[in-house]
């Protein structure tokens, strides 16, 4: 090792607040569901700091988990990277985890932010909340429970019920009113559907500026993906949305997140650790959320303005990520049921 590695690595280990005798030689291979030039930049920044060559593989977080699962123990994968409590719940339930335990991560990382036996870690916060359109009378929608009000009839926009984020929103309406109540809910939001479920996030919220639907569900990032965008036009659909936090009387808005874990063959376990802590710290947490309009999971870490802007400070729902997580299939199977396509 150079003494300009050394110097890195204790420059490292300063600012994890870790021993400097911690090794950080060799590579770490990061297989990740997310795709932001800020993340790049941070792995080169791990890279740089540590000494430790990281080789990125990107794809969807559905293919990542069946190539680590096809891979079994030869798996070259030390951490993955994924967006969505669904997401790790699934690649948890497939036993790809293995326990990381780490005094840093536990005391920086809120416990409902992190599976309980250390099998992963949020590094970032998102919303679901509701969008309608500018002008359009919302009286009486507070909660998500009233997107089953028949008062909407055909006013709604959502994507389908495949779609990870919808299940972890319905996994949270799980935990928070039981699975009779749920069901009941379902069939009220699908009969005030405006159109069959299509397209992604940012496809309700331009379905709701054209006047198609009146209302949608989508993740906080997209709107301030578009507010934020070069092109006038995406400008213009969010200047033309209005956000309703829901549940700001109760429990709250429904909060996901990206995270992280170890995977059980890592042939790099050592340095996954140290990267998962390296995400921790305030730099990385700033930049790991900043670059994706995040808020970062780490508490008094700053985020991006646009985020004080569009939404400002509300009420989040507190339940833990690995129970709505974990109840992705049974919701996915009530909302089926009920006719969610
Ligand atoms: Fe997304």
């Known amino acids: ?33 997310r795709h932001y030039d800020t993340d790049t930049a941070l792995y080169d920044a791990f890279e740089e700091t540590a000494g430790v060559t990281v080789n990125v593989i990107e794809d969807k977080a559905g293919a990542l988990i069946e190539r680590i699962k096809a891979e079994g123990v030869n798996s070259p994968a030390d951490v993955f990277v994924t967006a969505d409590a669904g997401n790790l719940m699934n690649a948890a339930a497939d036993g790809l985890f293995q326990p990381t335990v780490s005094e840093t991560l536990e005391a920086r990382i809120p416990a409902n932010l992190r599976h ?10 998102r919303a679901r909340v509701i969008m309608v359109r500018e002008g359009v ?12 009000d028949p008062r909407f009839d055909d006013t709604i926009c959502i994507r389908s019920s495949g779609n990870v984020y919808n299940q972890s929103l319905v996994g949270s309406l799980i935990a928070a009113n039981g699975e009779e109540a749920t069901a009941a809910w379902v069939r009220g939001l699908v009969g005030n559907m405006a159109r069959e479920p299509e397209s992604n996030d940012t496809g309700q919220i331009k379905a709701v500026a054209a006047g198609e639907c009146e209302i949608a569900v989508a993740n906080t990032y997209y709107l301030a993906r578009l507010a934020r965008s070069d092109d006038p036009a995406n400008v213009a659909i969010a200047e033309a949305i209005d956000v309703v936090l829901p549940n700001q009387g109760d429990r709250g808005v429904h909060v996901n997140i990206s995270g992280a874990g170890v995977l059980a063959h890592a042939p790099n376990a050592g340095n996954a650790v ?36 569009l939404y400002g400070d509300f009420v989040q729902d507190d339940v833990d990520a690995w129970a709505f997580g974990a109840d992705r299939g049974k919701a996915q199977d009530i909302m089926e049921a009920n006719g969610w396509k």
């Open 274 to 309: 140290l990267f998962l802590e390296f995400l921790a710290s305030d730099e990385a947490q700033r930049a790991f959320a900043e670059g994706a309009n995040e808020w970062p999971a780490v508490e008094g870490v700053a985020h991006a303005e646009i985020l004080d802007e």
């Open 137 to 148: 009378d919302a009286t009486g929608l507070e909660r998500y429970e009233d997107l089953a």
């Open 1 to 33: 090792m150079t003494s300009r590695q050394t110097l890195r690595r204790l420059a490292l280990a300063a600012l994890l607040g870790l021993p400097a005798s911690v090794h950080a030689d060799g590579e770490l291979n990061l297989y990740t569901a």
């Open 116 to 125: 309980p036996d250390g099998l992963w870690f949020a590094f970032t916060k």
